[in-house]
């Protein structure tokens, strides 16, 4: 069965330092991948997605992800965190009929 | 353009009484999701409509839960009667739906507490 783990709860870092969520999947085939954001309150913002080709993804606000089909990883970077960035992160993996498998969620949270 | 719209924002109801959500898709966009999202967890799938027919509802408990796609735009999911575990954050979602796996874009969610 499809699953998607994600094994940090919560997550510290200082504004200016880098991160890194690990984000780890389950699926048989080639897996479409996705990393969202959920701001208090708010719904969720794609970040980023991989379906196929370059396994260094780059999206949106600075972050990029990395597919390593090899250990069935799909782990989120940026390099220089921001305040703003403090948020609830999402790693997915699109099922067949095109559904969303989600992970439990990492929260972030950013020291000044 | 004009993002998914949900309504109400936030529902306080007792145990047993009935509410209804809506969703207004972004325009043009033939697939729609229902996700539910308890506190502490992942957005669970419970419906997905392919314009106004039902692609999957695995996960909807149909016993109390109902959701339909009027003329495969708007959408309303149902729940008759509450229970407490029930409360959680409804979300709905639409992609373009018409080639394969695509974005889904989310709306802010409805908000429900179960007293």
């Known amino acids: 069965a499809q699953s998607v783990t994600q094994p940090d709860i919560h997550i510290t870092v200082s504004e200016g330092a880098s991160l890194e969520l690990r984000c780890n999947y389950s699926y048989g085939a080639t897996p479409y991948l996705f990393w969202y954001v959920q701001s208090p309150g708010q719904g969720l913002q794609l970040l980023l997605k991989?379906?196929?080709?370059?396994?260094l993804v780059q999206g949106i606000k600075g972050f990029e992800a990395e597919f390593k089909r090899s250990q069935s990883s799909f782990n989120l970077r940026k390099p220089s965190v921001h305040w703003s960035d403090a948020a609830e992160y999402f790693c997915?993996?699109?099922?067949?009929?095109?559904?969303?498998?989600f992970g439990t969620g990492t929260r972030l949270q950013v020291f000044p | 353009e004009a993002g998914v719209a949900q309504s109400p924002r936030y529902k306080i109801i007792e145990k047993r009484q009935s509410v209804a959500f809506w969703c207004n898709p972004i325009s043009g966009h033939a697939t729609l999701y229902w996700y539910q999202q308890i506190l502490g967890q992942g957005p669970k799938l419970l419906i997905q409509?392919?314009?106004?027919?039902?692609?999957?509802d695995s996960q909807l408990p149909k016993d109390r839960f109902s959701a339909e796609r009027l003329k495969g735009v708007d959408s309303t999911l149902k729940i008759q009667p509450a229970k407490l575990e029930d409360s959680a954050v409804y979300l709905c979602a639409s992609s373009a739906g018409d080639r394969g796996m695509e974005t889904q874009y989310f709306g802010p969610g409805t908000r429900l507490l179960v007293l």
């Open positions: 409509f392919q314009n106004n027919g039902v692609v999957d």
């Open positions: 991989y379906f196929s080709g370059d396994t």
């Open positions: 997915a993996v699109g099922a067949h009929t095109d559904k969303l498998i």
